[in-house]
């Protein structure tokens, strides 16, 4: 996923460098020693959110630094640079969750120790409490998760019933024709649909799951009105009802809304179908880069991160509203901002969805997704 201006797109071709490396090729690239710099300054690699001054001067302050950052404008690019080298250069990093995961065996990354955070696990909702699979490599934590939502149908309701989305069937239904919003954002349209085709699109797939999930997409793309890559463009077409939903985004493409008045505008999850769970749960992590040049003061931003107040903060921003793993920040939300990130709602979305991870036919989705929006052009 990548974000441009707030918005998650993807970029297929950093993410095929990175399989074509594989975690073995990538570790080579930490043979090299880090390079200097002073203890007195940090580096950070963050997504939008993170750099906020309500964030970092106070840390600055507190802990005798000096942070510079360096924003993240999509997460396998942002990998493939600290795997490339430039791990040498940052102390920290916040950024897709399953590349947190893989620093650790791409030797990049720090292992963390579960009973020094024990506090941290503490302050978090059970779920995200160790043993935390989706940060765990052979039994060791690679990170601490920091922000998350869901990806759904997003509706406004003043133009559809949320039951009706209850399914992805009304993408199909030619009642819906050209009143359906497709994001191009790389892998988050087509692992909804392919979940809707009955396929787990996160284990390995065969040749016949494959072209199964080509007939759904071609299926969705006969009764799309638009496939955008511009949020902006979706939300406005959402907003005036051309769109009755937008299919490939979900808590992303309703919190900047929702936080302007527009409440009307919400992301659910549709119910599981045939046993499988119909959504999918995003999440940001931080962690610690290898050989950090202050390990004690990448620890403590990365425990400030995750902090009540913080939490509140990175869940408020200017970009985006996102939920939090902390259990303890959810008294500090006022009432409002726990509307906004439809907070009542996060559980029943959670407990219907799929945790989200790079897939092992990630090349051939995408591929199929090219040679199918084409043809349909």
Not at 242 to 254: A, Q
């Amino acid at each position: 996923m990548t974000k441009s201006k707030g918005i998650p797109m993807f970029s297929p071709n950093r993410r095929t460098f990175l399989q074509g490396m594989g975690a073995a090729g990538l570790a080579g690239a930490g043979l090299m020693p880090r390079k200097a710099h002073a203890a007195t300054s940090m580096k950070f690699m963050c997504w939008e959110g993170y750099d906020s001054p309500d964030i970092i001067k106070p840390f600055e302050e507190a802990n005798d630094v000096s942070i510079s950052i360096d924003l993240i404008t999509d997460s396998p690019g942002g990998f493939a640079k600290l795997a490339a080298g430039a791990w040498r250069d940052f102390d920290v990093v916040a950024t897709d969750s399953p590349w947190v995961q893989r620093m650790g065996p791409a030797d990049i990354g720090e292992f963390l120790d579960d009973a020094e955070f024990a506090d941290v696990y503490e302050s978090f909702y059970p779920q995200f409490r160790a043993p935390f699979a989706p940060l765990d490599f052979d039994g060791k934590t690679t990170g601490l998760p920091t922000r998350w939502g869901w990806v759904g149908p997003t509706v406004n309701t003043k133009y559809d019933k949320l039951e009706n989305w209850s399914s992805y069937a009304p993408c199909f239904d030619p009642a819906y024709k050209d009143k359906i919003c497709v994001l191009d954002w790389g892998d988050w349209p087509i692992m909804p649909m392919a979940l809707y085709a009955g396929i787990d699109p996160y284990k390995e797939l065969d040749d016949a799951e494959l072209n199964e999930i080509r007939l759904v997409l071609r299926a969705l793309f006969k009764n799309t009105r638009a496939i955008v890559g511009d949020l902006s463009v979706a939300q406005k077409g959402l907003m005036d009802g051309s769109f009755r939903t937008l299919i490939g985004g979900g808590t992303y493409c309703t919190s900047a809304l929702r936080k302007d008045g527009q409440k009307e505008i919400m992301s659910i999850v549709p119910e599981p179908k045939d046993g499988l769970n119909q959504g999918i749960i995003w999440m940001e992590a931080g962690g610690i880069v290898k050989d950090p040049v202050d390990d004690a003061k990448a620890k403590a931003l990365l425990r400030d991160l995750t902090s009540p107040e913080v939490a509140v903060k990175l869940a408020w921003t200017e970009a985006t509203c996102n939920l939090v793993p902390s259990q303890e920040a959810e008294a500090l939300f006022t009432d409002e901002q726990k509307d906004v990130l439809q907070m009542d709602y996060m559980w029943e979305a959670w407990d219907k969805s799929h945790f989200h991870n790079v897939a092992p036919n990630i090349d051939q989705m995408l591929e199929i997704w090219s040679q199918e929006l084409a043809a349909a052009r």
